[in-house]
């Protein structure tokens, strides 16, 4: 079975686990648009306990989440199929179980150009799902099963900004289509920037010394009290093997679009239209594209810019996660340096191309 796979920065893919009694069942809803009407329903998404407590062990983190994994198993058409007879190709990934109306959490890359998709719980029982929405720069995608509510153990998603250097996480996944596998580690880094489907920057990413291997990706990554802090999403490697450096998108992230890929079908994000000069030392603009936001206030290729709203930015990663904290349509205030001289103008923050 393939495995997808990108050369240097490669994308995984583990199973992860449903949350039993860690967090409280909150109360949501969502809008659904259903032959022209609009339709409001209510639905449950485990919400993490906010009371401190004592770190879980492997063991204990595993028993309350794996119902909540799944194994996602995607068709994809292509004539080079390694199916003895022919046929469409086939390739694996992982997800978890977002809330109690069947609905998932997984990469884009698990699913993007899926012609079916099947999904198979930890009792072995499998259901077709459904795309809700993808969100192709965050690499984040949402499905959807009709699943009895006794197979839906929706995991409790924890804060992924209280996340520190050295906090003890756990992958649940199946790498290399072995079911249930259980690693542990480390975070072994934050505030990581990675690329997205789209070359787009997904900013404060997780590091971690967890094994990821292929067919980890869109599982989660859960801190010491068993609850999703990421999405299990790359690893880097020179061997194309774990080699101790995994990335997951932060669970911060994860909410966000998630709630934007159910409410719509797709998630929107600013954009200022610039490229950053990767070899300045700060946010210098190596390019400004016609007829975006930056563009249309005058702003230039070798400007600095060192202020968003009043919050400094010392490099392109400052003012990547300053943009992202936007909503399409803002006003921000935008401090930038011109041969030798500071300027202050306001920006209307376009929409992100797909």
């Not at 200022?272 to 249309?296: F, H, M, R």
């Amino acid at each position: 079975m393939p495995r997808r796979s990108r050369p240097t920065i490669i994308v995984a893919s583990l199973l992860a686990a449903a949350c039993l009694g860690a967090g409280g069942g909150a109360v949501a809803y969502a809008t659904f648009h259903d032959s022209g009407n609009t339709v409001v329903r209510q639905v449950t998404v485990q919400q993490a306990d906010t009371a401190s407590s004592s770190p879980l062990s492997v063991n204990q983190i595993y028993r309350r989440a794996y119902r909540g994994v799944v194994e996602i198993t995607v068709t994809e058409p292509g004539s080079a199929s390694p199916i003895p007879g022919g046929g469409q190709a086939q390739a694996q990934g992982s997800g978890w179980v977002y809330d109690s109306d069947g609905r998932i959490v997984t990469n884009d890359h698990v699913v993007d150009g899926a012609t079916s998709i099947k999904v198979r719980f930890w009792d072995g029982k499998s259901y077709n799902a459904t795309v809700v929405g993808t969100d192709r720069s965050t690499d984040l995608a949402v499905i959807k099963v009709d699943a009895p509510s006794s197979e839906l153990h929706p995991l409790a998603v924890g804060d992924s900004t209280e996340l520190q250097v050295g906090d003890g996480v756990v992958a649940i996944g199946s790498p290399f289509g072995l079911e249930e596998t259980v690693t542990s580690g480390i975070v072994s880094a934050l505030h990581r920037a990675i690329q997205g489907q789209t070359n787009f920057t997904i900013n404060d990413s997780i590091q971690t010394d967890a094994a990821i291997n292929h067919g980890n990706s869109g599982g989660p990554l859960l801190n010491t009290q068993g609850q999703v802090v990421g999405v299990n999403a790359q690893i880097k490697s020179d061997s194309g093997g774990n080699e101790g450096v995994g990335f997951s998108i932060p669970s911060s992230t994860v909410k966000s679009v998630a709630s934007q890929l159910i409410a719509n079908g797709k998630a929107v994000h600013a954009y200022l239209g610039v490229a950053i000069d990767s070899s300045a030392p700060n946010a210098l603009l190596a390019s400004v594209t016609d007829g975006q936001a930056a563009n249309k206030a005058g702003l230039k290729k070798g400007d600095v810019i060192t202020d968003v709203d009043g919050t400094a930015v010392a490099s392109g990663d400052d003012l990547s996660r300053a943009i992202d904290a936007h909503k399409p349509g803002d006003k921000v205030t935008v401090t930038y340096k011109r041969g030798g001289s500071e300027h202050t103008v306001t920006v209307t923050l376009g929409t992100r191309p797909n």
